[in-house]
């Protein structure tokens, strides 16, 4: 089992920033693929960001350049940097721990991010 917190969710202005943390409770992060994944508001989840174990990364079109995630795992945190926000990027964000072991997805609760003037 792996408990995921999420934080650093709040309001921020068009252009602002805000950094994402996300708390792991297993040292099996470690071996995880870690995501961040959001949620709009009458929109389906999407991936906007996977980092694997080894720290390959990638991202979603309509964020790359402007996001960036990066993990500890000596500290069980992976982070979510976000710069050049936009409204468009307002919805709950998800931190997720795919273990490829049994293919099994872990989630946290959700934070949420509000990009408005």
């Known amino acids: 089992q792996v408990r995921l917190v999420e934080s650093g969710g709040g309001l921020v202005q068009p252009g602002g920033s805000l950094r994402l943390s996300c708390a792991a409770s297993?040292?099996?992060?470690?071996?995880?693929?870690m995501g961040w994944y959001r949620r709009a508001p009458g929109k389906q989840r999407e991936l906007v960001a996977a980092?694997?174990?080894?720290?390959?990364?990638n991202y979603a079109d309509s964020v790359k350049g402007r996001f960036t995630i990066s993990r500890d795992n000596a500290a069980n945190m992976v982070y979510l940097r976000m710069s050049s926000l936009k409204p468009e990027d307002t919805a709950i964000y998800y931190c997720?721990?795919?273990?490829?072991?049994?293919?099994?997805?872990?989630w946290g609760q959700g934070t949420q991010v509000t990009v408005s003037s």
């Open positions: 980092i694997t174990s080894g720290g390959s990364t």
């Open positions: 297993r040292t099996i992060f470690s071996i995880c693929t």
């Open positions: 997720n721990a795919h273990n490829p072991w049994d293919n099994y997805d872990y």
